[in-house]
């Protein structure tokens, strides 16, 4: 096991109770745009829980409310018994942009938190326990610019848990490095979440990761952000990619999310007017099955027929998901 | 004229230098320095001698001798030096770095001989040669050495009071918004005004022409300090400023640590168009109300018309300030070396 006593945990439950967050429209400021629309989540204390969705479904917004940056326009937020008012040391955040402070040497920037809560001179031998457990005490004196992406990761991962924070949010951070890097840091992260038993909050892009790391899935879809759907992942650590229940899970979720294989892909990219869904954008759960979407539209997988089909869900603000489809998301 | 030959020959020289250096980049011993390289000074060096001897013969002994004697002295450590250098690779980088700037500044010497004590071309009084100013530089050392001390005080306190001033309101204005609001305006119509408009003002209001002098400068600091650290201290990125709030920080933290850090690039460029403002101010202010220092007595010896004198307290202005600029380059390179590699310094 890791350097930490692998003990009860330290993560505490958290509760967001129909949280409504509405944003000034950027050229209108009398317009509102709503980012997220009542969502309601519960996390259990010690749970990992991953959020899927597109950009601008407002995950993003969510783990910053959580983490106490922004207030809500209505709805609460509790962390255990506590409301969440401002943002505080037990609620870690880790960007997708490990934002290491450039002036200050790793290891300076990971006992910050102890420095920001004045509790250095009591904690100091932390840090190079927290050095250790993230493989980077040989970097212990290097600047930020001089480390990988991946190891710039792990310092803001040991940067944010030297806090020992009761939950831990985590807004995409492995998005930016390469697929490999990503593995390896996906079975890092839950090696510290098995040691710690942080509750995690885990914003991804990426649905094998959401499924490989997850005890639960929570998808979310835009305009206005809201939640889908939420999905189990019973299945025991460590994961298999490739194993029959895992790709299941992949192929419900990319459905969810109107994903679903290639071949519907193609045909999503319908000529105008005749999309599978329109009229029915607002029940997100029941949708026609795109097997039933007009044969024609198999005709449009072109370039231009795509864009086309993109101008025309641009134009029809209702039908949302259209837009959704053609936007620059990977099939997973 | 062999000057002009001398002259020619430096860009390719360089040239071949630079190829030279992109080629032994990481060998860890500099690779072995040209003949062309390391006979630039002793042949500059010697071809100044030759000039000088020839201009001076019909002068005075002892105004000519010391310069006789100082290009001898370049010319002597400019053989030792090549000689020695095969056993020293520090010596013989900065050999190959520094002995074409030396053989071309001892060469526009030459030239500048030329043109005034030999040829002529330049009316006499104001423009006299590099002879005649080396030797004002050594008879009136002791009144120069004095002028660049005093000169030297009154500039550490006037730019050490401008720049405490200048980082307490640059941080308040960047980091509050009240600070902002009332003093955004204060800054941008009072700032630009040069700080040598204030004079006539600050001679009247003070008690002591030296009090009044550094007051001037430290308002002419106080401008592009103030102006750069308040813009730093803004513009320091949210993300920086959210993931400090959630590590637990409070106000205290994110200034001292977060913004003032994030600002120190920015503060420094303020730094440093702070120290040119105040050099300006120094000398004006010397020039016209101060009773010492190099600006002081600039006017003092070109009032008894000692051009070779006004020319000599020049060259050390000009060794004095470049070393407290090259003073101030080597703090910056130690606040900010997190940016090595980050930016081209």
């Known amino acids: ?332 | 004229m062999n000057t002009s030959v001398q002259e020619t020959n430096e860009p390719v020289q360089m040239a071949e230098e630079k190829t030279a250096r992109a080629v032994g980049i990481n060998s860890p011993a500099a690779p072995r320095a040209r003949v062309r390289t390391l006979l630039a000074i002793p042949v500059a060096a010697s071809v100044a001698l030759v000039v000088h001897l020839f201009v001076s013969k019909n002068q005075p002994a002892p105004e000519t001798h010391s310069y006789s004697a100082f290009l001898g002295s370049i010319l002597l450590s400019g053989v030792l030096a090549a000689a020695v250098q095969s056993f020293s690779s520090h010596l013989r980088r900065w050999m190959r770095h520094m002995g074409p700037i030396i053989a071309a500044a001892v060469s526009l010497a030459c030239f500048w001989e030329v043109i005034t004590s030999g040829l002529r071309l330049l009316p006499l009084p104001y423009f006299p040669g590099p002879a005649g100013v080396l030797q004002s530089l050594i008879d009136d050392r002791a009144l120069l050495l004095d002028s660049a001390w005093n000169s030297l005080k009154l500039l550490l306190a006037g730019y050490a009071l401008g720049v405490a001033v200048a980082l307490v309101t640059g941080v308040c204005i960047g980091w509050f918004n009240q600070a902002r609001y009332w003093g955004m305006p204060l800054l941008k119509v009072v700032g630009p005004i040069p700080a040598t408009a204030w004079i006539p003002l600050a001679m009247v209001l003070s008690p002591s022409p030296r009090f009044s002098a550094v007051g001037i400068i430290a308002l002419a600091v106080w401008f592009p300090v103030t102006m750069l650290t308040a813009s730093g201290i803004s513009n320091t990125r949210a993300s920086y400023l959210d993931v400090a709030r959630t590590l637990g920080a409070r106000e205290p933290y994110l200034v001292l640590r977060v913004a003032i850090p994030a600002a120190m690039p920015s503060i420094f460029i303020g730094l440093f168009m702070g120290l040119g403002a105040a050099f300006l101010t120094l000398v004006v202010a010397e020039t016209v109300g101060v009773k010492s220092g190099l600006g002081w007595y600039v006017a003092w010896k070109q009032g008894w018309a000692e051009y070779g004198k006004v020319y000599a307290a020049l060259v050390i202005m000009a060794a004095f300030f470049s070393t407290i600029m090259t003073l101030l380059f080597k703090v910056r390179d130690r606040v900010l070396v997190w940016q090595k590699g980050v930016i081209k310094w």
């Open chain 1, 1 to 332: 096991m890791v350097a930490m006593s692998a003990s009860a945990s330290e993560g505490s439950s958290l509760r967001v109770l129909g949280v409504v967050k509405e944003f000034p429209s950027p050229d209108n400021a009398n317009v509102r745009t709503m980012a997220l629309a009542g969502v309601t989540l519960s996390v259990a204390a010690g749970e990992l829980v991953s959020i899927v969705g597109p950009s601008g479904c407002g995950k993003s917004t969510l783990l910053r409310l959580i983490a106490g940056l922004d207030s809500p326009n209505s709805g609460e937020l509790w962390i255990g018994d506590v409301p969440i008012i401002a943002p505080s040391a037990e609620r870690g955040l880790v960007f997708q942009d490990p934002n290491l402070f450039p002036w200050l040497t790793v290891r300076r920037n990971i006992q910050a938190g102890l420095v920001a809560r004045g509790v250095l001179q009591e904690k100091r031998h932390e840090v190079d326990e927290f050095l250790r457990l993230v493989g980077l005490d040989a970097f212990a004196n290097a600047f930020p610019h001089h480390l990988s992406g991946g190891m710039s990761q792990r310092v803001a991962l040991a940067r944010a848990l030297i806090n020992h924070p009761k939950v831990l949010l985590l807004d995409e951070p492995l998005g930016a490095l390469d697929a490999f890097t990503r593995m390896r840091m996906q079975d890092e992260v839950l090696r510290l979440w098995q040691a710690r038993r942080t509750t995690m909050l885990l914003v991804t892009h990426d649905i094998d990761e959401a499924i490989y790391m997850s005890d639960r899935i929570v998808i979310m879809t835009p305009s206005p952000g809201r939640i889908e759907r939420t999905i189990s992942v019973a299945q025991d650590r460590p994961r298999q990619r490739s194993s029959p229940e895992f790709l299941r899970l992949r192929g419900e979720i990319l459905e969810l999310l109107h994903f679903a294989g290639n071949a519907t892909r193609d045909r999503s990219s319908v000529s105008p007017g005749v999309s599978p869904d329109a009229g029915d954008g607002s029940s997100g759960d029941d949708r026609k099955p795109p097997e039933q979407a007009d044969p024609a539209a198999v005709k449009q997988n072109t370039q231009s027929g795509a864009v086309h089909s993109l101008r025309e869900a641009l134009s029809s603000r209702k039908n949302s998901t259209s837009l959704l489809r053609h936007s620059g998301l990977p099939p997973g």
